[in-house]
């Protein structure tokens, strides 16, 4: 059974710094990409970042380029994303999802996702 | 980057209604056109990619279409387990790959 689970996510202020971090399990993580997708409270969903499976491609949304670090041990089995100079428009659930390409696709899709990270920027 | 606008942003429906949400992208995406569900407290599901494949294990009853720009998600049976929200996303290319804002689907 393939399992994503989030951690680190909680409170911290505006200007603060959090490390999210998904542990995989079941699935070949090293031959995969990754993703970390948002969602802020009541809102729709928010693609945020995105590496290949050797980490040789990295992508950011605009929102985040610069302050958030996408970053995997495929040694642990391990998605992290490091988020700094936080402000309230972070707030959000931070999902991992794994991006697949299925036989025959060349349509990346996420097919396997967390029960995301609540990060709650405040002061 | 892509814009994806989806209609309408929320519709009551009956179980046994036929349901049709439509996604619009900004450019031609060909077929590189997912779609998602979403139960509230829950993590998106995905049910549709490259437009038209059906996810292993998603039910035959949900259905997708379209190419270039315009794209269509069918429930053809609508079911208790349905009402949830919907989302299209867009993985043409290189990243940013956007969503729709959703479509929440409501008991009439």
């Known amino acids: 059974e393939v399992q994503l689970v989030e951690s680190g996510g909680g409170l911290v202020k505006p200007g603060g710094s959090l490390r999210l971090s998904c542990a995989a399990s079941g699935l070949s993580f090293s031959t995969h990409n990754m993703n970390w997708v948002r969602q802020a409270p009541g809102k729709g969903l928010e693609w945020v970042s995105s590496?290949?499976?050797?980490?040789?491609?990295?992508y950011y949304a605009d929102s985040v380029k610069g302050r958030f670090t996408i970053s995997r041990d495929n040694a642990k089995d391990s998605l992290h994303l490091q988020m700094n100079s936080l402000s309230a428009e972070d707030t959000a659930v931070y999902y991992c999802?794994?991006?697949?390409?299925?036989?025959?696709?060349?349509?990346?899709?996420?097919?396997?996702w967390g029960q995301g990270a609540l990060v709650t920027v405040s002061s | 980057d892509i814009q994806m606008t989806q209609s309408p942003s929320s519709l009551s429906a009956s179980v046994g209604d036929r349901v049709t949400i439509t996604c619009r992208a900004s450019q031609s995406i060909t077929t590189y056109l997912n779609w998602y569900q979403q139960i509230p407290g829950k993590a998106p599901k995905l049910l549709i990619y490259g437009a038209s494949s059906l996810q292993n294990g998603v039910p035959s009853r949900f259905s997708g279409s379209g190419s270039g720009t315009d794209f269509t998600l069918t429930i053809s049976s609508l079911q208790p387990e349905d009402f949830a929200t919907y989302y299209c996303?867009?993985?043409?290319?290189?990243?940013?790959?956007?969503f729709g804002q959703g479509t929440r689907v409501e008991i009439k």
């Open positions: 999802a794994r991006g697949f390409y299925a036989s025959g696709s060349y349509c990346l899709h996420f097919d396997y």
């Open positions: 590496i290949s499976s050797s980490s040789s491609y990295i």
């Open positions: 996303q867009q993985s043409y290319n290189t990243p940013p790959w956007t």
